[in-house]
């Protein structure tokens, strides 16, 4: 069984090769003692600027020396890693006939969960297999031609495919190591097991995204693309079948849905359908850009050193008085703003980068937090016609094929010494004042909070940031509501997954609530006990204090 060591911080002109015979020295040991050395945790700590460290936690396996071991086995801060066991892959067949609706981090990874347990499953997709849907994309990216059914929102892999790729995770749930061994296996990068901000990005998630798909053809899954859930048909209370492109009927007993936090229609349909729905708050704002230099000048006081990641930043304004809160999400270093619509006429932005986060601009929404007592009405669908009708408006602004109205930031706060816009947004800006595309508590609000972030960091307020409208898909604006079995509470055989649904944040948190539902399937399908599995995790790790060489 290895050992782990954590909190060793380092200099970022320290070479990752002479780390192990580093901890050999700091444990008083000759370098050749310790073999199989890995990286099991990485971050950066830039609390002490210009001094950056880098932190890591790792393990290894002492040669057999029975002495060494006695010995090592005292040291505080030490810890053993318990061995794991691998699982067995055997066929089951239930008779069950189980759809998945979407091919996000939730659905897919709803698919890989079901296929450790032998079970199969048909996803019906309504965008395109990700090579299709990448050329799509690009199309509406040069010429502003959308594809309802095919874009940024919609098609396999989900809106993550075009983002960051972000892989962080608030939470410290132990399916996430097995989530990241997973991604790992079908192509992601292997430091993502232990980058504390590990990322995939959109070119490398494409490939992992394609791996998947064919891994579940071979076990057995039938995926179809240009397949849209058009219909839930119910008998005694219960999902019998689902009706797909409004023409096709698929037996199905149980359906996940997994459709995102921008299939409208589906959310149309649940309401007709009388499947409890309930209104849910989320925040709306825009998009501000960067030089990445500056960014990267702002967190580590000077230079960035190349062993150092892109800079990235998280800032918060709270105003106690109008309980409103301004505050950076989705923050996409060396990376560039794109369009995100997935509805004629509106215009949706997100941020996206790839791997090497190489471009030399940095991006992050800044949005306020948006109550259900600001929609007008009380029915589920409030918050979709809220969202809708700003993204309208953000359209006209910018004059129409998808461009998107842009500000200086400086000209937005009324402060002199502005510059012309300019940003790798595509399809394109407009240059125009930023009022009329959001809500005047929203406008007000920001006013307010970017000083504040200015005074944060330093430089952050400048002419050579550009503010883009309008960020308003931060999440679902309604929860389907289900019970402790992840069932839907008006209608059995139905599972709401992920973000669309109303339950997750992002690329992980969507694929931990897929695996939940697996197993909770698994479970009433075919008496399989839950394939928990452990590990290194947790998140939120910031390794402090550190021990320094």
Excluded at 140 to 158: A, H, I, T, Y
Excluded at 248 to 271: K, N, W
Aim: hydrophobic fraction near 40%; include cysteine.
């Amino acid at each position: 069984m290895p050992f782990i060591y954590r909190n060793l911080a380092v200099s970022p002109h320290t070479g990752e090769e002479s780390l192990p015979s580093l901890v050999a020295s700091l444990l008083g040991l000759p370098a050749a003692a310790l073999i199989d050395f890995q990286i099991v945790r990485k971050g950066v700590d830039a609390r002490r600027k210009p001094r950056i460290k880098l932190i890591y936690t790792v393990s290894f396996l002492l040669v057999e020396d029975g002495e060494l071991h006695a010995r090592i086995r005292e040291i505080p801060g030490l810890e053993w890693q318990a061995e794991r066991t691998a699982d067995v892959f055997t066929p089951r067949h239930t008779g069950r006939r189980i759809v998945i609706a979407g091919s996000g981090p939730a659905g897919l990874f709803t698919a890989l969960r079901l296929a450790e347990y032998g079970l199969t499953a048909t996803i019906v997709e309504r965008g395109q297999p990700v090579e299709q849907r990448a050329l799509d994309v690009q199309r509406f990216w040069k010429d502003g031609v959308l594809d309802p059914e095919s874009n940024v929102q919609f098609g396999e892999g989900g809106a993550g495919t075009f983002s960051d790729g972000k892989l962080t995770c608030r939470s410290k749930d132990p399916l996430i190591p097995w989530i990241l061994e997973r991604l790992a296996d079908f192509g992601a990068p292997p430091e993502i097991r232990y980058l504390a901000k590990p990322h995939i990005g959109t070119d490398r998630l494409r490939v992992v995204v394609s791996a998947i798909r064919k891994h579940l053809q071979e076990r057995g899954f039938t995926i179809r693309f240009g397949c849209r859930l058009g219909d839930i048909v119910v008998r005694n209370g219960a999902v019998s079948s689902v009706m797909v492109n409004d023409s096709e009927e698929l037996p199905c007993d149980r359906l996940i849905l997994a459709v995102g936090h921008s299939a409208r229609d589906t959310y149309e349909l649940l309401a007709g359908r009388g499947v409890p729905l309930e209104r849910k708050p989320f925040a709306m704002g825009l998009r501000v850009e960067h030089p990445q230099d500056l960014i990267d000048r702002i967190q580590y006081g000077g230079t960035r050193h190349p062993n150092l990641p892109a800079a990235d930043y998280a800032v918060t304004y709270n105003n106690t008085v109008t309980g409103r809160s301004a505050y950076s999400f989705c923050m996409c270093p060396g990376g560039i703003v794109i369009g995100g619509a997935s509805e004629e006429g509106g215009v949706v932005t997100n941020g996206m980068s790839s791997q090497q986060r190489n471009s030399p601009f940095a991006n992050s929404a800044l949005v306020v937090n948006v109550t259900t007592s600001d929609f007008e009405g009380d029915d589920p669908l409030a918050g979709v016609r809220f969202q809708r009708h700003w993204e309208r408006q953000a359209f006209l602004a910018g004059g129409g094929g998808y461009h998107a109205p842009a500000q200086n930031l400086l000209g937005f706060l009324r402060q002199p010494g502005k510059k012309s816009v300019s940003s790798s947004y595509r399809p394109g800006i407009v240059e125009t004042e930023l009022d009329p595309v959001l809500p005047p508590f929203i406008i007000q609000t920001l006013r307010e909070g970017i000083p504040e972030f200015g005074r944060k960091m330093r430089g952050f307020v400048s002419a050579d940031a550009t503010l883009i409208g309008i960020e308003s898909r931060t999440s679902a604006p309604l929860r389907v509501l289900r019970n402790e079995h992840f069932e839907s509470t008006g209608l059995r055989g139905l599972y709401p997954a992920g973000e669309g649904a109303g339950y997750a944040g992002g690329i992980m948190s969507s694929a931990v609530d897929g695996v939940r539902i697996a197993d909770t399937i698994a479970a009433q399908v075919g008496s399989f006990p839950p394939l928990e599995k452990g590990g290194e995790g947790g998140f939120a790790f910031e390794a402090f204090p550190a021990k320094s060489p």
